[in-house]
């Protein structure tokens, strides 16, 4: 067996922990004794015949169980007879709780048990690990400080694993998951989950089933155990076909809908009274924003939101910021778009249908310096939809200094309100020619 080589601390001249039998192994491994005595008087502890021991320092080293080691964690190997394997060590950690591990003899774990840092000297079992032949975890049992069950973890041949996660009773399930081999990919995913709510009731909290035909229904719900969010997701959890609905609290009216297409997520928000107060658009590059009136028909205004990359701590990351935002008239009509910069600078503004000197133009579009006064203004008498009109020859054209002191009409601060977005709500995938 291949021992971590690193600086061996010897202390006094003492011996591997040995007996004839198999007693002094199991001693040491299947109890805490750090409370009972010093790691270095291991041997008379157990009324051993001393022989030479080993005793490793380590520093960021990695112990037979792949947990990390920090500096200073104390460590004692146990052999049988004085051979290397099978064995056991006794491991003092830095915050003071010890573990015991046994390992075969190629040297592939195959227990372990880690003790609270109990200040009362008495060993408390917190983690007891089982380990399949490729040292692998095959079960985990972790218990409360009273020894109650805390967590328990099982692998079953399959390769499933099931999990329960208990309460601070020890008896109440706080959360029941059964997790399966993807069939695409390496990863365990849910087949099955339930958690429920700590408190005295113990109600049913959340539950996420994968379908026999691989599509994935999650179901939220409150105290009264009505149902408060739903998600449908299709085979693969592939986001194009997802639908969630939200509903408001202890009420059955829906307060979103969210559907998912190849290019956008579009999320549209109902007021309790059922009128529809916003509709949003997400896809992986832009977010669109239209706000409605209290009728749900008729938009008041709309925001469109690009994505920029900036530096925040010096790590480069992407965010939203504000491109366009139009405002409508009482007909629904629109009636002004402004542009802004990544800087959140205004770039132009543009108006629709506006009327200079006795003269309607379909467009004017207006541009201002940095200051925020206007320079130049453009009009146009026919214009399309499709901005190709931007880069036409006006009809007419005036030029501004600052000192008209002419500005932009600000939009009010509903209207300038930064965007906020459920992080949970899925966001189609960056589509990509040819694919």
Known sequence: MTRIKFFYLAIGLSAVIVMAALVAEANVFGSDLRGQTDIADLPKALGLPPQSTQYHLYSGAINGSGRALVPLERQVDVFNNGSLAPSATYGINKDH????????????????FVYYPDADSIGHLHIKSKFFADGKLQDEDVRHIDGSPEKRTTILASGEKHVVEYAADGVSILDDALYVPDACCSDLIVKVEKRFRDNQEHQLQHSDVLNADGTRSVFEFDEHLNQVRTEFWPQDHKIPGTVITEFYPDTLHTRFVSRCDRDWNTIEYLRTDGT??????????????????????????????????????????????????????????KVRTLSYRSDDALLYEIKFDATVGGIKYDRAIFFYDAAGFLKTSKYFLLATDDMSWFNQKPDREDAFTPAANIRQATPSSMELAPLDLDPSLPIPPVQRSGH
Not at 293 to 302: A, N, V
């Open 276 to 333: 529809l107060e916003k509709r949003v658009k997400i896809s992986s590059t832009s977010v669109r924003v239209v706000i409605f009136d209290s009728t749900g028909q008729k938009p008041l205004f709309e925001q469109s939101w690009g994505m920029v990359m900036t530096s925040v701590d010096s790590v480069m990351v992407w965010r939203r910021y504000l491109s366009d935002l139009s405002e409508f008239d009482d007909h629904g009509n």
């Open 97 to 112: 709780s010890t573990e015991n591990a046994r390992f075969h003899e190629n040297g592939v774990i195959t227990e372990s």
